[in-house]
């Protein structure tokens, strides 16, 4: 599996909207994209983590390649204090109940 996680910090004032402008517009799609495995998004206002797990990392690629960064991107550019901060994960080890 493949897990990618990014950070996002909102303007305060604007944390809700940007919120529910990342599932709106990250989580609706990547639910029907081939190797779709899990989408979680972790607040801790004004801070906030997305982690996606994907079947392979070229599931994810194509994920990304379908824009939806770059346009969610475009509708948060005057809700985030600093630019996004991406980070590629492999699983070594899970466990579930």
């Not at 910090?9 to 990342?22: G, N, P, R, T, V």
């Not at 899990?38 to 070229?58: C, H, N, Y």
């Amino acid at each position: 599996m493949y897990t990618a996680t990014m950070e996002y910090e909102f303007k305060e004032d604007h944390f809700d909207e940007a919120s529910l402008l990342w599932r709106d517009e990250v989580l609706y799609l990547a639910k029907k994209q081939a190797g779709f495995v899990r989408m979680q998004f972790l607040v801790s206002s004004p801070k906030a983590m997305a982690i996606g797990t994907w079947k392979s990392d070229e599931d994810a690629k194509n994920f990304m390649q379908t824009g939806v960064f770059k346009d969610l991107m475009e509708k948060l550019k005057d809700m985030i204090s600093s630019e996004p901060k991406p980070q590629i994960w492999d699983l070594l080890y899970f466990a579930e109940k």
